[in-house]
């Protein structure tokens, strides 16, 4: 079985698919190697295991996919769905997220553990949002997690390192509609001097390049309908114009020459927000496929110098590019999340030709590291894994919660298996 990218094939002996709650503990108990395997869209090993993956699209555990309590607004949902197919009817509750990812695509508990993002200065990672988590952990008994427990910090951003997620409850808030708004051509001195203004001139913000091109190609701009009006131009207009940039003409594509059939509706359309949060649909394949990727995460206070140093490797990194994206996130406390603060973070989808990538990624990230730089748990980066925890002020209290959770390494597997066996 390969990962959604075909560039890694599992070594799992075998995948599971339990229908029930004891089906799943049993195989858990009963196997001395697991893991959880979602919705496979990590580009790195993260997630592989030499014993059986499970996979939980298929588990019924006697309970509502979603429930959402009236008082609280907390959502529960079942962690092997994908986001995809709960946030409409989050949205018919009343209710939204405050982030997406770009794909509705992508499973819930798999974007939880390795701490994927949206956009956004005052919106923080997919996780989080997550306030509890139930667990099926290595003896097959449950364990439920909530904010406010000792381990909790621990046990989110955990690369399926203590169990297998089966519930996560999300704090949501209520529903919004968002328009999307495509600027073009605008100058790089122009970002770089205002990088913060940019990134900060809607609710998410998304800067689509591919360093080398004479200015930045795209800024996607979505803004929220209740605090800039239904109609009229977009509320990031004046900033963007005022720098030099374009209202786009027509839909784009985060990729050149693509045609935007597959991506949520731009234009300044209104909609809810979990059709334009993301910039692709549900209902079409998300992008290509045949691609690589490869993202880190740099203090806000390092943003703009990270930029001007990629943009020096311009000329290196654009012919193996496909396009790379610029978002910003706000900081959390989990223990292993790649934003522990307000963060910038610099995305990289690449041409799949992985010789070539990996020899330019050391280049990229001797220019990065010094600033601070994070890579994202779920994608590509050549940073030594022995180096990792050093990055992690909270790693030793991780290492000791998986130790007590898991003292045979039963959810140890592909890179993890290192990180932790130090």
Known sequence: MKNWAANLTYSSARTERPRTLAELAGIVAGEPRVRALGSRHSFSDVADTTGVHVQLDQLDDGRPALEVDPATGVASVRAGLRYGDVVA?????????????????????????????????????????????ELVTAS????TLRRGDADFPGSVVALGALGVATRVELATVPAFDVRQDVFTGLPWDALTENLDA?????????????????DVRMVWCKSRVDDAGASGPAPAADLLTGLGAA???RAMHPLPDVAAVACTEQGGVPGPWFERLPH???????????????????????????????????????????????????????????????????????????????????????????L????????????????????????GDFAALTARLDPAGKFRGGYVEELLSR
């Open 198 to 214: 940019v990134m900060g001139s809607a609710y998410s913000v998304s800067v689509f390049t591919s360093w080398f091109e004479p």
């Open 89 to 133: 009817d989050l949205h018919a509750s009343g209710r939204a997220l405050t982030a997406m990812a770009s794909l509705p695509h992508i499973s819930i508990a798999g974007a939880v553990a390795t701490g994927t993002h949206g956009s956004g200065d005052g919106t923080r990672s997919l996780a989080g949002d997550v306030v509890g988590l």
């Open 280 to 370: 692709f649909r549900l209902d079409f394949t998300p992008s290509l496929g045949e691609e690589l990727q490869s993202e880190y995460l740099l203090p806000r206070a390092a943003g703009s110098d990270a930029v001007r140093a990629v943009r020096a490797l311009g000329d290196r990194l654009g012919p193996l590019l496909l396009t790379s994206e610029i978002r910003t996130v706000a900081g959390d406390d989990l223990w292993l999340s790649t934003a522990p603060g307000d963060s910038l973070a610099l995305h990289f989808t690449w041409k799949q030709d992985w010789p070539a990538v990996r020899a330019a990624l050391p280049e990229l990230e001797a220019a990065l590291l010094p």
């Open 372 to 395: 601070g730089a994070r890579p994202h748990w779920g994608k590509l980066f050549t940073v030594p894994v022995s180096d990792l925890p050093g990055l992690y002020p909270r790693f």
């Open 140 to 143: 097959g008994e449950p364990l």
């Open 247 to 249: 209202p786009a003409t």
